[in-house]
């Protein structure tokens, strides 16, 4: 329920700012920083004390959910990635485990949180790190760097060098400028869509939490359960689509023809 005192607006906006440190450009995010790294250390630390503990006999249930989540990832990119590196394997699994943690905070009650938080003096708290669009961002962008390194390192500086000036219209010297441009929109395109499309799901569905949380008890729970369950699809598919769409843009990186 909102807060006593606050408009319907003052409550969507208090949901809505991050604890921050700074002003401007040096503006830390806090609540995401701290939000991200605790979910990180949980889900990893998780992982590899299942590691350690695995047994070649009958696994428990959590080895054998572990286990799962690894051959779902490790399939995938078997089948998406066509070049030889023992870093896109780790990577896929690292972005959509770390990514579905932080999406899946969005189902836990928008007021629970910031509420126990607000007893102890901080004023803000946003616990769902997908919903800030510097997160993701920061995701992608990561990808766009690695994107390069792996180009230049497969191909070269010359080969890198002639799939911008001559792709896609050939090696017309007048069609350069318009093969740099296109390669241009392309490279800024990908960064661009990575992290819009994990934040604008994301951030659309904080929304309709929070403005569920605004209607009367009895609405919240008619609503909010089936909206929670159809949430959950949601943020595996965002994980998962940032997860293929970073194999496939690693993969063309390893193209060397």
Not at 162 to 177: R, T
């Amino acid at each position: 329920m909102s807060a006593e005192g606050q408009t319907t607006s003052e409550y969507i906006q208090h949901h809505l700012t991050n604890l921050h440190s700074g002003e401007g450009f040096w503006s830390f995010h806090v609540d995401t920083l701290v939000v991200s790294l605790v979910l990180g250390l949980i889900v990893f630390g998780t992982m590899w004390l299942v590691a350690r503990k695995a047994t070649a006999g009958v696994p428990g249930k959590l080895q054998n959910f572990v286990e799962m989540v690894i051959e779902m990832v490790d399939s995938q990119v078997k089948d998406t990635f066509h070049g030889k590196s023992e870093l896109i394997a780790p990577l896929a699994l690292t972005i959509f485990v770390w990514i579905f943690a932080m999406n899946a905070m969005d189902v836990i009650p928008v007021d629970l949180l910031p509420y126990i938080a607000s007893l102890m003096g901080v004023e803000h708290l946003k616990i769902v790190a997908s919903t800030d669009l510097n997160a993701t961002f920061a995701m992608s962008i990561s990808v766009f760097l690695l994107i390069y390194f792996y180009s230049f390192k497969i191909k070269g500086f010359g080969g890198f060098s002639k799939e911008i000036l001559f792709s896609p219209f050939g090696k017309n010297p007048l069609l350069i400028p318009v093969n740099v441009l296109f390669r241009i929109v392309e490279d800024i395109a990908k960064p661009i869509s990575l992290a819009l499309r994990l934040f604008g799901n994301m951030y659309a569905g904080e929304m309709v939490f929070i403005l569920i949380a605004l209607l009367p008890w009895y609405l919240q729970w008619m609503l909010g359960a089936p909206w929670a369950i159809f949430h959950l699809l949601i943020i595996t598919l965002q994980a998962f689509v940032f997860m293929m769409l970073t194999v496939v843009y690693l993969s063309m990186a390893h193209e060397s023809h």
